[in-house]
């Protein structure tokens, strides 16, 4: 919310501009191999502002993992520019990369497997400190600040001698969080951060990111299949469909009046916890397309109910409706 | 009685690699079932003598000519008569194809035929070996003319009193009794060669039945058997194992004839003979009692412990030397605990041995590159080529002249000119005279230290007869001795 | 599934080709034939000669040319020791071996599959125990020594089977026996805790939810995607069954491949060592192949990429 | 609520006796299902809903797991009775089961074709067209698209959500009369669950089957489900109708469950959370398990567990704090 | 979701493992080790000290023994007992070293491979394919007659050998390795390549490794024990287990303790081996069973 009030003075941290990766999938030839090219990321735009928390929604296989992929450089874009404080990540000299790794950081969503079972905790948070090139600090320091993460996350020092498989769930994520944080990002991508986690233990860790982002003032990329933690959390949203962004923008905004057929079915479709609620017909049928093939014109029209001819040809572009409110759809053209 | 279908099982030992006498590179596995098959101008007595078979000789000009006359009427297993033509040719095969022949007539210089059944050898000097070694075997020139060489080599076709039924590879080969045998028809009809390398499976297909009759009995295994029921019989073939020194190298302790003679002195051999062995290896000194130049007066060193340190203590090595012992690591028994028998007495005495069993291809190369390296430092357990064929010249000559084989053993000086002599001398007394001297020169110098002399041990069922003598002493096996009862 | 086999066909060919240059330089470096069939006092003159004569005196990449040319047309050379072509020599051999190996394999992959998914789906009763036992003792003793034993025993003590030879299902037992006893063990005990693993399942509850009868839930659901591992053993054990018939073939006297290489190896006799070796790999790396292909067969998920 | 009833679970216990100790997975479970009734099964991880499943249909993993008391009444008849043949009769025919990884819970190695059609096969009929017809519509039945061309596809050539409709496909070919969902669509998008829940209540509703759907998704209870039991720690703490539940929670710990839930159309940073981490079964609290973490716990709640104890507008809460309202 | 899942999942760590004790294992393999450790301070009589006087003498408590040799003695009336374990040191030092080479070799190759995959996968990858093709066996004799025979080159052999199957083990374990999140965030920390293969990688490989290692010390003991029976294994005067049957052998029937003790001596160690690799295995990580 406070994002919001202060949107011309904020700069943008992260931007996205028409950002694609291809995959090369195996398509058969016996001496010499033959490739297609399976589209994870597809033309994708956006823009992070420092201080806020922004999600990206959408089905299984849409591509957002690749997109937290790709600003985290450990997959190489294929087209387009991400730049991070007006930096290009495409053009990073060494010295700059490792300050750019130090800048961001991630949490994954499944905590197990994410902390190396055969390091103790306090091996694995401090690990980031470790390999800093930059003037190795002494061991005492590096505890010290170890245990003042930890702290921070709600454990105590009992835990730096234990190894990951003596914690619970709750606890693992909380030292994955601990070692995110330990160098003081400006990023951090949270890719599903508490999906894996018992219903019980997930508030703890929610109000823990949030908790940590306003003492901090850390930016979050959340990525999230949970539309409505994604609506209590996030300022800004944006949900992919099939390696497109397909709607964007404020929160508040898009879940009040969402414009995309898509993102209304998905809203639709999310089970609430309200008994008798009427639901309506069917919100959405078929399934996801498959990304090496993708449909023609609009990558949802297969599955949309409100098509028009144009759908099935040209791709819509985005357009600005409102304020903060970005949608690719025809049907806002003809309105 | 005749003998009955059931073919006679002999076990043996390796499958030979060819039949086909002369293109053998390995006689000591052929030889037992060629030796059915094919037959040599010379034939053996049962004391060892030569006597005509498929031909008699006469040595003329010195014994630089020998004359043969092959018998008329001998038929190959073809149906091929035997003739001089076919003397010549197996001649030449052997020429080509055997280096060891080759080697075996170093003087030859021409053969003439004189007719079908005539002919004769000519040599640059007199040739004491020719007839002892009785190296040529004789196969069929018109079989191989007619056939072509593959044919020649996979069925191969002698004079012999069995012919070759089948060879499967890797697993027998079957004799049959030559119902056109020249000579004296033998008794067992059909007999199989079976080749079972291991020596406990062999063992134990005589004491299961499956076999007939073994070859190469283990010593330890003799009294076994025995006891199993069986009966045993021996044959004293040589070729000696013993205790070698490279004497090239004047800088090693063994150089000097004391300290050879303080090892002579420190290994208890008639405790490796009864002991280990059990008593089945002879122990003869040099010579068997049959040989010719055998010296009765000659006996082994004593086992002298107390002696052998005092002669170190006067060769200068009163706390002994470390010295290397080689020996060819194979399957053949015997070596590889005579070696360890050898080290542990010689250890009693101060010499401690570095043991070193090297594969026979690989010691071979080593022997070689050997020969005239002074730097050379080995001692082994081996068994030199000592008498093993019927005239002691052949072995002394290849072991001992300076220019022999991988020789270790040089001198020049006194053992040279006696042992040339007796190459060029016909008359057998006198060469046994000169060979009694040679070895007396070996034996007082210790060139080598004998320790017992091989002794094949034929393991079969109580009907069966079969006494190994002198004239299986190449042919190892020959069924037409063979008697079931 | 044409193209995973075509795949396959060709890896495996890239293996024959590597196989074949392992074993000619292990061959070259083994020592100097030459020497070994020498008499003992040739000269050196006498020695080149031999060499020459067996082409063993041009460089070895030109040999091995020579070697790839010829096996290319089906001539592995002249055994050295038999004077006879090396196939000829190998293929009298060779029957022998499969037969051994063969019997051993199949009884393995039998008896180990069987023991294996019995003493899985009975798992802590005797059956179990005694099968777990018999296993860790196959896997204990060297084949040789079994083989040695089994003699004593069942020939010399008992009488009941004859010691060597190959001749018939009699002469057959002991030494198959000798040789898949520890590769019943490996297959039993790969069966036994793929299967565990397997029953485990949620396709096995699933099976079972459908109101499966055991045995089907177990023979059809359970073991085939059980065997897949067992699958992967198999070539494994082939292997291993070739190697041990070098040893057994020389205690029960069985004429085949592994005896006549070892022997081959004694007297550096190089173009059946080779021709050997070649023969027992190829023989190996189709099987293989099929194996592979097997694979496809059973786990349909690998044939499509 | 006439209805006949169908199932019912009394003081159900399933241990698994481990080397670590005894687990007590399900302690004490009782609940019931009617005729064409859809109960909600709801909880933690670990909380015991799998095993009360399994044990329902007598598969509770071997060795280790062992029905050690307790009742299950089906149609009548105690399972606890049968014999192995008839409960293998049963399943499937009478109890059918859908579980929660539609990846895993078909066979890999078979055909869908093949899977599909052993459901027949058990009943008698033999191969050919009339069982490959069968199979296609009941394909159909699922909403699989050209059913007929996909027999010969293999799990692996399926989305995740064709898979779970094929699942779904086995329990039903032979119109089971109650059907277990343990976790039916845990593994799928929000859009292909919906499709699919939509198609359990339609087969329920079809076939009027009683249905037990086991999930960990409150919003899910929510909208497929008549009734709700809520478990913890292998005991269920409250069970209701879905609409009583839902608006008035009566436990502690589903109070604090519905409050911890994210929900859509709010919008607010802090979440209610609960302390403290779920319990380890096999070394539970003494008295009420949900005593350590529970705010409004009592002296009596670390001593003695709660009875069940019925609530105005129906079901059952087992909470001291509602005994010492009584 | 399932908790079950996770506990079994979890990988157990080697240290903690090995706080509990594996009874059975250690009983037989135990004094192996202590003979092949102290040998010279164990045995009763020098085992290369022969007195042919003595040769052949039955077990102590058959009749002609001799209790001063406890388990009889030799064609060269050595004590076996002494030989025995002497024999331990070789066979033990033949399987540790040779499984050692071999595990350090195959490791690091089967790491490189998994790691980089592509062009050096490939390549490793065919030259593994290509050894496993040929027979252990039958390549370790073409070895020992390229080297000679001897303790070291069966070392030696056996490295050459097994290699490969510690590389195609540690190969897919490091592909699977790799794939796991806390390999991915360690790249995103700015960890090295070779941080990641030493500190992330190796150590979670170490329970297949010892696994693997101390199945395969069973196999490189048989092995050796076969070589040597071959006749090109370890010569004389080193004594080891496989030499005493293969010398022995031919007194199966008239001194039946000497290879029945030798082949013991093997099966119990070996048995012990595989024991331990078992219980191993089953505690550091179920999913190993197919090993
Ligand atoms: N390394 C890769 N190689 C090939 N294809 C890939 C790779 N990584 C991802 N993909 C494909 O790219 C598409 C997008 O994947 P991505 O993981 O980004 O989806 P996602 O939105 O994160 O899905 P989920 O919600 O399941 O995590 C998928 O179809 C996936 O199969
Ligand atoms: N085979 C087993 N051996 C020992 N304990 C087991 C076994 N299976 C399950 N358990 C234990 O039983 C308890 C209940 O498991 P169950 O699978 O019923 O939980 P659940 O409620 O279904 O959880 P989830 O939501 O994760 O599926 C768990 O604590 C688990 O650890
Ligand atoms: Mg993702
Ligand atoms: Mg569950």
Redesign the pocket.
Known sequence: MLAIEREGLMENLLEAQNVKKY?P?YDGGVLFKKYRM?K??DGVSFSVRKGECFGIA??????????A?LILLL?KITEGNILFEGKNLGRLIKQDRSWYRRRVQTIFQDAASSLDPRMRILDIVSEPMEVQPSGTQSKSVIRHRTEEILHLVGLGSATLKKYPHELSGGQKQRVAIARAMILEPSLVIL??PVSALDVSIRAQILNLLTEIQEKQRITYLL?A?DLAMLQNISDQIAV?YL?KIVEMGNTEEVFDRPMHPYTKALFEAVPRPEPGRAKEVPAISGEIGN?IYPPSGCRFHPRCKETVPECRENEPVVRNIGKNHQVACHLLTRR | QEGSSNPLIIAVKAEPDTLVPTDTKYAVTSNPISNNIFERLVDLSTEGKFVPGIASWEIMAGGKEFLFTIRKGVKFHSGDPLTTKDVEFSHNRSWEKSPTYKRYLRGFDRIEIIDDYHCKFFFKAPDVLFIPTRYLQIVSKNYFDRVGEEEFLNKPVGTGPYKLAAWKQGDYIDIERNEEYWGKKPQVQKARFVFTKEDTTRIASLKTGEAGMIMDTPYPLVKDVENAGFKTVRLYTHPPCSVQFHNNNPNVPWYHQKVRLAIAYAIDKDAIVNDLFQGIPAGYPRLAPWELGYDPELKQYPYDPEKAKALLKEAGYPRGFEMPLYYFAGRSYGQKETTEAVALFLNAVGIRCKIQGIEAAQMLAKVRAWHNDPKTEYVGVASVPMAFLPDPVEAISTAYLSTGWGTMYFNKEHLDPIIEEAMVTMDDTKRGELIKKAIKILHEDVASIQIWANTSVYAMKQNIDFTPTLKNREALMLVKDVIIK | MRRYALRRTLLGIITVVIVSMIIFIATRLSGDVAILIAPPDASDAEIQEIRVQLGLNKPIPYQYYVFVRNALKGDFGRSIRYNRPAIDVLLDRFFGTVELVGTAFIVSIVTGVLLGTLSATRRGTWLDQSGKLFALLGQSMPGFWVGIMLILVFSVNLGLLPTSGRDGISHLLLPSFSMAWYSIASIMRVTRSSMMDVMDSEYIKMARSKGNPEYIVIWKHGLKNALIPVIALAGVQLANLLGGAVIIENVFNWPGLGSMIVDAIYARDYPLVQAGVFFISIFLIALNLIVDLLFGFIDPRITYE | MAEKCLLSVEDLKTYFYTKAGVVKAVDGVSFNIREGEALGLAGESGSGKSITCLSILRLVPQPAGRIVSGKIRFQGEDLLDKDNVEMMKLRGKKIAMILQDPLMSLNPVYTIGNQVSEAFKLDGLKGGIGIKQKVVEVLSRVKIPSAERRLKDYPFQFSGGMRQRTAAAIAIARNPSLLIADEPTTSLDVTIQDQFLRLLKEMQKQNHMGLLLITHDLGIVAESCDRVAIMYAGKIVEIGTVRRVYENPTHPYTQALMKALPKLGTRSKKFYQIIGEPPDLSDLPSGCSFHPRCPKQLYICKEKYPPLTPIEGGGYASCWLLNERV | MNNMKIITRNPHHLFSVLKHVPVIPLLLLLPMIVCGIFGPYLYLHDPTAMKLSMALKPPAWVSGGDWSYLLGTDNMGRDLLSRLIEGARASLIVAFFGVGFAGIVGVSIGMIAGYFEGKIDNIIMRFVDAQMSIPAILLIILLAAVLGGGLATIILSITLVFWTQYARVIRGETLSIKQRDFVVLAKVTDCGTFRILRKHIFPNTTNTIMVLATLQLGRAIIIEASITFLGMGIQPPATAWGLIISDGRIYMSTAWWIPTFAGMAIMITVLGANLLGDWLRDRLDPKLRQL
């Open positions: 995959f999938i399976l994870a990321v959408g089905e299984s296989g849409s591509g957002k993992t690749t997109v992929k997959e890719d599903e990525i299949h992919m390696g990304p």
